[in-house]
C-alpha cells in the first residue's frame, strides 16, 4: 500500500531573496539578482557575472555564533532554508514527544559541496612551505564534504531516519525531492526533509565552468543569462538553497497541517551520451518527462505549466525544446513553460528544490513566472515560454525538469492539494 505524499513546509535562500516569498516576487517581477562578482577580483576572467547573495547572516541558523565558522557557506544557506521550512510546517522537531525521530529523515544533496573550503585550504598549503600540511584546518574536510549540510540538519533537529545525500550536479536537489517521495511513498519515513544547497561562486569554480564554455561571457546584467533567445550564450552562476518538508498525507492530516501541494510523480534517468551535452534529439529527458507522467498516473494533458530547466546554453534549451515536443507532441505548444533562472542563476545542486517550490507557488497563486529577459525568441525555441511578463492562470499540475553534467536527467510533478 502507498502513500500520498504533501508538501508541509517550503524554504528557500537565492541571490532574489532571503526567503520564500521575496524570491518569489522579484522572479515574478523578471527583476534579475545577476550582477558584477564581488567575492573576488575577475580582472583575468572572461566571465564577469554571478547571482550571488549578498548580506546575508548566519547567526540566527546555527545554535552557537561559534559554529558558523565551522559551516562552509553552502551549508550555512542550507541551514537558513530548513529554518524557513520547518518554521512553516508547525512541526517542533525538538519537543514534540510523540514524534518518533527514526521515522524522520533528511534527504538533502549538493552538486559540489564546500569547494570555497577546498580553496582556502590548499591556498594554505601550497603558501606555507614545509608548514603547509599543519596549516592544514582539521575542518577542512568536515566543512567540504558534500553530506555534511544533511549531517548538520540532522544534528540540530534530532532527525534519526532514512536518508542520505544525492550528489548528482544539476539534477541534485530535484532527485532529493524525488527520492524522498518515494521513500514517503513505499513507506520508509513518514517526514522527510529534501532539498539542496550550493555556493560556487568561487574563482576555481568560474575558472572550471568558464573553460567548459558552458558560461555567458556577457558583460550586461540584464542580457546574461538568456534561456530560450536567440542572443544566449550560457549560464550563469547563482547561489542559494531550497528545502521542502514531505510528509505523509495521513501525519499531515492528523497533526492538522497547512498543505502547501503535493507530489504526485518522479523519474530519474540518464541520457548515456556526453559527460557536459545533453542527448542531441532529446530522447533522454523526455523519455524522463514520460515517466513521470506515468508515475503520476495523469492525462500527459492535465500538465498546466512546466518549469523548464533552461539555463541559457546554446545546446541545453534547443535540446529540451525538443524533449518537451518529443513528449508531449503537437500539445507542447499549447503548454506555458518558462524558466526562472534569468532572475535567480543557476545554483547547480539546489535549482532543482528551488524550481519545485516555485511551482507550488504557481500552482497555489495561479500565476505563472515569466522567462526574464526573452526578447528575442530563438526558431528553434518555439513554444510558449512566457516572454517578459508573468502570466495569470489556474493550473492543477506543474511539472519541472532538472538536467545534470554526467548526462543525468529528473522530472517532478508536482499537483494542487485538494
Not at 547561489?239 to 499531515?252: D, V
Not at 505563472?368 to 530563438?378: K, V
Request: aromatic fraction near 8%; hydrophobic fraction near 40%.
Amino acid at each position: 500500500m502507498s502513500s500520498r505524499v504533501v508538501v508541509t513546509g517550503i524554504g528557500m535562500i537565492t541571490s532574489a531573496g532571503k526567503n520564500v516569498n521575496e524570491s518569489w516576487q522579484r522572479v515574478l517581477s523578471g527583476d534579475t539578482a545577476i550582477d558584477n562578482i564581488t567575492r573576488f577580483d575577475t580582472s583575468n576572467f572572461k566571465v564577469k557575472l554571478a547571482a550571488e547573495i549578498k548580506d546575508f547572516d548566519p547567526a540566527p541558523f546555527v545554535e552557537d555564533r561559534k559554529d558558523i565558522r565551522r559551516l562552509d557557506r553552502f551549508a550555512q544557506y542550507a541551514l537558513a532554508a530548513v529554518h524557513e521550512a520547518v518554521t512553516s510546517s508547525g512541526i517542533d522537531f525538538k519537543n514534540d514527544a510523540g514524534l518518533d525521530k527514526r521515522r524522520c529523515g533528511i534527504i538533502f544533496g549538493s552538486g559540489i559541496g564546500g569547494i570555497e573550503t577546498l580553496e582556502t585550504e590548499i591556498m594554505k598549503y601550497q603558501n606555507n612551505g614545509e608548514k603547509g600540511a599543519s596549516r592544514v584546518s582539521p575542518l577542512y574536510i568536515p566543512m567540504l564534504i558534500a553530506n555534511i549540510a544533511a549531517g548538520h540538519i540532522s544534528i540540530k533537529y534530532g532527525l534519526e531516519g532514512h536518508g542520505f545525500c544525492p550528489v548528482t550536479a544539476c539534477a541534485t536537489s530535484a532527485h532529493a525531492v524525488g527520492e524522498a517521495f518515494r521513500a514517503i511513498k513505499h513507506g520508509y519515513a513518514d517526514i522527510i526533509i529534501a532539498g539542496g544547497s550550493e555556493s560556487a561562486i568561487t574563482p576555481t569554480a568560474i575558472a572550471g565552468f568558464q573553460n567548459t564554455t558552458t558560461m555567458s561571457t556577457s558583460a550586461d546584467k540584464n542580457a546574461a543569462l538568456l534561456a530560450f533567445d536567440k542572443r544566449r550564450d550560457g549560464f550563469i552562476m547563482g547561489e542559494g538553497s531550497g528545502a521542502l518538508i514531505m510528509e505523509n498525507y495521513e501525519s499531515a492530516k492528523k497533526r492538522g497541517a497547512v498543505i502547501y501541494g503535493e507530489v504526485v510523480g518522479y523519474c530519474a534517468n540518464f541520457d548515456a551520451f556526453h559527460i557536459t551535452s545533453p542527448e542531441q534529439t532529446g530522447k533522454g529527458a523526455a523519455n524522463a518527462i514520460l515517466g513521470a507522467i506515468d508515475d503520476a498516473k495523469i492525462d500527459m494533458n492535465q500538465i498546466g505549466y512546466i518549469n523548464a530547466h533552461g539555463t541559457g546554453t546554446a545546446i541545453n534549451d534547443k535540446t529540451e525544446t525538443l524533449a518537451l515536443k518529443r513528449a508531449f507532441g503537437e500539445n507542447a505548444y499549447n503548454i506555458p513553460v518558462s524558466s526562472t533562472k534569468g532572475v535567480t542563476g543557476h545554483m547547480l545542486g539546489a535549482t532543482g528544490a528551488v524550481e519545485s517550490i516555485f511551482c507550488i507557488k504557481t500552482i497555489n497563486d495561479g500565476i505563472l513566472p515569466p522567462t526574464a529577459n526573452l526578447r528575442e525568441i530563438d526558431p528553434e525555441c518555439d513554444l510558449d515560454y512566457i516572454p517578459l511578463n508573468a502570466r495569470e492562470k489556474k493550473i492543477d499540475y506543474a511539472l519541472s525538469t532538472s538536467l545534470g553534467f554526467g548526462s543525468t536527467n529528473a522530472v517532478l510533478i508536482i499537483k494542487k492539494f485538494m
